[in-house]
């Protein structure tokens, strides 16, 4: 018997990347917006960025102001993705004051949607059940570890002993998909440096925006 094979558009694909996005708290920020946050705040491409026609991100917004920014690569304006090169897929984190505490570039191979959805709710569910810190009960921040590119934990500022590791308030369910996805990444670390190759290019390549000198 002969069986079809159904094969999504990248708009079929982009719609139920959404779906769950949307049902997850996340909601698509509209053009004018976009461009009206990137006036405000005098924001101008880096140098060297290819042009890229309008992908519109996807943010989630905590109580107290910390953001999950996704970057799909989807532009609707074309109802197609980016061409690959010019762009990949971005999950971060913004705190309040408006700085990147955390960046996850996805890949556009293989189940880019859905690690791209899973990285996006995951993060999202930390960021939700952000902790707070047992001594004076403010929300705790998110810190860095030193010489570790991604690793990241929460920590209050006015008393670092008090720590949350970083998989804090992620369901269980997340959790054991990261947890396969962490493992397939580690193998593939370890073989490109095997092979002399290096690894986390992307993270370290990652132009910033600027702001103008005016
Ligand atoms: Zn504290």
């Not at 996805?106 to 899973?118: A, E, F």
């Amino acid at each position: 018997m002969e069986t079809t094979k159904v094969v999504l558009t990248e708009a079929e694909k982009f719609a139920a990347f959404l779906k769950p996005m949307i049902d997850n708290g996340f909601r698509l920020v509209p053009r004018r917006e976009k461009t009206e946050y990137q006036k405000a705040i005098d924001l101008t491409p880096p140098e060297g960025r290819p042009k890229r026609p309008g992908q519109l991100p996807l943010i989630y917004t905590h109580i107290t102001g910390m953001k999950v920014i996704v970057w799909p690569t989807f532009a609707p304006s074309i109802q197609d993705i980016i061409p690959v090169g010019e762009a990949m897929g971005w999950v971060l984190i913004i705190s309040e004051a408006g700085k990147v505490e955390y960046f996850n570039p996805v890949k556009r191979v293989g189940i880019y949607w859905n690690s791209l959805k899973d990285s996006a709710i995951a993060c999202k569910q930390r960021v939700e059940h952000r902790p707070r810190c047992k001594e004076c009960k403010k929300f705790m921040n998110i810190a860095r570890r030193h010489n570790v590119l991604k690793a990241r934990f929460w920590r209050c500022e006015e008393h670092p002993k008090e720590r949350e590791g970083w998989d804090h308030g992620v369901s269980p369910k997340k959790l054991a998909v990261l947890k396969i996805r962490r493992k397939a990444k580690a193998l593939y670390r370890a073989k490109r440096r095997k092979a002399g190759k290096s690894t986390d290019r992307a993270m370290l390549i990652r132009k910033k925006w600027e702001k103008k000198e005016s």
